[in-house]
């Protein structure tokens, strides 16, 4: 594995495999379907693993916040996209960091913006626990469907 338990944290600085702390999330949830794997064990390591991969980007947004908007990334995404994103979960809190983490082509720029845009840490944490419990879940739920 390339990069961190959840390498969509450091996706602006370290070359990493988009979208694998989704597909681990998901693995288990199939996992757990198939009673390889318990869903009292696979919740706490979903949620660790989703938690500590987002501490990094919400940090990152929370500490260099201006200057994110300069980035490479920020440049790709456009100042009033970037402004239209900071201010929806700022509005939204975590329901915008759930659907965002599930959206491709931005989960890696939401943890960013939720630190950037100044929302309350617990309200992130909380998304973050949330958005893990989704990803097992859809990995629980493919599971059924591919029988």
């Known amino acids: 594995m390339a990069g961190t338990a959840d ?58 916040g201006p200057k994110l908007r300069t980035s490479r990334v920020a440049r790709r995404v456009g100042t009033e996209r970037w402004n239209k994103a900071e201010a929806t979960v700022a509005c939204y809190g975590i329901p915008a960091v759930i659907i965002g983490r599930c959206l491709a082509g931005i989960r890696t720029v939401v943890p960013r913006i939720a630190g950037s845009s100044g929302l309350p840490y617990r309200r992130f944490l909380a998304g973050s626990c949330l958005w893990a419990g989704v990803e097992l879940s859809a990995g629980q739920f493919t ?5």
């Open 143 to 147: 599971g059924w469907v591919a029988l």
């Open 7 to 64: 390498d969509d944290a450091a996706a602006t600085t370290l070359p990493a495999d988009h979208g694998q702390s989704t597909n681990f999330a998901e693995a288990m949830g199939m996992l757990v379907q198939r009673g390889t794997l318990t869903w009292l064990l696979a919740r706490p390591v979903a949620v660790v693993a989703a938690v500590a991969g987002d501490q990094l980007g919400y940090l990152e947004g929370r500490m260099w």
